[in-house]
């Protein structure tokens, strides 16, 4: 039991100081946390989100939030939001939020005015135990884990084979 509560301090430790780091480097963009993410989701008297998702197409495949967008990180193509007015709210996320900050600054500098980075990603959003889906129609409880080192701060439970 020591070594279960160690190792899930450590996880929350490491994704804190993840959290602090991506802040720090991304002054700009602003973080929203996965609890008030889940809120806006239920409030719908506010304006509901365009959802980007900034990972891989293999990691998307595995799972993501519903009704989320994919936008490679790698290759940017902003395409994908050509027909939502500059104003839209947009979370964009990634495993952890790294990637996902980048895209969000992108999006910033295309004249985006409200942009907000998943704190944590979806490792943590599944951590947390909320919904993720392999399509918008299918839930699942796999994640991609992105690599060996980085998949240690998704729970083991939601590790897909990759």
């Given amino acids: 039991m020591r070594k279960l509560i160690a190792a899930c301090s450590q996880t929350s430790l490491v994704l804190n100081l993840l959290n602090l780091f991506i802040r720090l480097k991304f002054l700009t963009v602003e973080q929203i946390t996965t609890a008030d993410f889940a809120k806006w989701l239920l409030d719908f008297a506010k304006p509901q989100p365009f959802v980007v998702d900034a990972r891989s197409q293999a990691e998307y495949e595995v799972s993501h939030l519903k009704a989320a967008v994919r936008i490679d990180p790698m290759a940017l193509d902003l395409s994908a939001t050509s027909n939502i007015s500059k104003d839209t709210p947009i979370v964009v996320y990634c495993s952890i939020g790294y990637?996902?900050?980048?895209?969000a600054q992108q999006l910033q500098r295309q004249g985006f005015t409200s942009i907000f980075n998943l704190s944590g990603?979806?490792?943590?959003?599944?951590?947390?135990?909320?919904?993720?889906?392999?399509?918008?129609n299918h839930p699942t409880q796999l994640v991609h884990p992105y690599d060996a080192n980085w998949g240690k701060l998704l729970k083991a439970t939601y590790h897909a084979q990759n």
Avoid at 99 to 103: D, E, F, G, L, Y
């Fill in 99 to 103: 990637r996902s900050a980048k895209v």
């Fill in 121 to 136: 990603g979806i490792f943590q959003w599944a951590n947390e135990g909320r919904p993720i889906f392999k399509d918008d």
